[in-house]
């Protein structure tokens, strides 16, 4: 395994093992492409590997449409999808999309908290 892409697994562990209600984390390339995303244990994935993959790439494309409005609105600090099953969230580093999951019962202000030790913990992706 690459430093590189061991790198990304360890920054991947570590945004799982921020709180017990994570569920999953990914790395995602400008294309949508899944460079590293890892379910945490003890958790059973909502969506098959091909509708993971599909989402992941139109996380990808919906950056690129909400960079229209980056100029008159300011650039997105993070994207939160409130489900009935999960909630999740996006956060947009200089060459990279952070995606991760948990489970919907947290309250804001931890899913806030989660948010920012999250960017510090990936910014420099």
Do not use: W
């Not at 562990?13 to 999953?24: A, E, G, H, P, Y």
Request: hydrophobic share 35%; proline share 2%.
């Amino acid at each position: 395994m690459s430093a590189k892409k061991n790198n990304l697994l360890e920054i991947v562990q570590k945004i799982l093992n921020l709180d017990s209600k994570m569920r999953f984390a990914a790395i995602i390339d400008s294309k949508g492409e899944i460079r590293e995303g890892i379910m945490k244990t003890g958790k059973t994935s909502l969506k098959t590997q091909k509708e993971e993959e599909h989402f992941c790439k139109q996380v990808a494309q919906r950056r690129s449409m909400r960079k229209e409005f980056d100029r008159s609105l300011g650039k997105v600090r993070y994207v939160h999808v409130e489900r009935e099953k999960v909630s999740q969230m996006v956060i947009y580093t200089k060459r990279n999309i952070i995606y991760f999951t948990m489970e919907p019962e947290m309250p804001i202000d931890v899913k806030i908290r989660l948010i920012t030790k999250i960017k510090k913990l990936t910014a420099d992706i």
